[in-house]
């Protein structure tokens, strides 16, 4: 097995100044559930974030889909070492290579700042420095106007609306918005990221 095959099979602790992701476990349940507060952000009809009760549920059905081989999950740690979010890689496939970012939430305190802007720094770098991405992908509802600034402001390029796609929470079908980062732009993507937390680091997703 070659360094980058390896790579594939290893999922990573990312580790910044002021973000860490750990890979998530149940260790991450009661951190997860208090990042999720009061449940106002699973009270959104388009986007797909757990009640804080089901916090268990919601880690277990993560590393089911992990079992598989084509996702990691990730535990969003802060400064002070607590949860304040989750992320994941997902649709990952070696033999392109490319991979999703996506299922990305975040506890309302460390929204609008550079926590989104650096653990995805730390998860683009890792895809196209150390797993040879020639491709990162993106998703979301049409009718997260939020979640569709933020990926355009990490230099995320939309790809174009898959209609019909999937199902939201609710069950109501969604139009999916897909974007995509490829490996020629990382370089000015990487500098504009790098760029935000330097001078504060604050994102407004």
Not at 2 to 20: I, Y
Not at 46 to 51: H, K, L, M, T
Not at 120 to 136: D, N, R, S, T, Y
Request: aromatic share 8%; proline share 4%; glycine share 10%.
């Amino acid at each position: 097995m070659d360094a980058r095959e390896h790579a594939w099979n290893t999922q990573p602790r990312l580790a910044g100044r002021n973000v860490v992701l750990e890979p998530l476990s149940h260790a991450h349940a009661d951190g997860l559930r208090a990042a999720l507060g009061d449940g106002e952000l699973s009270r959104c009809w388009y986007i797909s974030v757990p009640p804080p009760q089901d916090a268990g549920a919601y880690i277990a059905a993560a590393l089911e889909k992990q079992a598989r081989g084509d996702s990691w999950a990730f535990a969003v740690l802060d400064a002070a070492g607590e949860v304040v979010g989750s992320t994941r890689c997902y649709d990952m496939d070696a033999a392109v290579p490319r991979l999703q970012l996506g299922y990305t939430f975040y506890a309302p305190r460390v929204q609008r700042t550079g926590v989104n802007t650096e653990a995805k720094l730390l998860l683009l770098g890792h895809a196209f420095e150390v797993l040879g991405c020639i491709c990162v992908g993106f998703e979301t509802s049409w009718f997260n106007q939020r979640s569709r600034a933020s990926i355009a402001r990490l230099g995320a390029k939309q790809d174009g609306i898959l209609r019909s796609h999937r199902r939201h929470a609710d069950g109501s079908v969604r139009d999916t918005v897909a974007f995509s980062i490829i490996e020629a732009e990382w370089p000015a993507v990487k500098r504009n990221l790098q760029d935000r937390l330097e001078r504060g680091g604050r994102d407004n997703g």
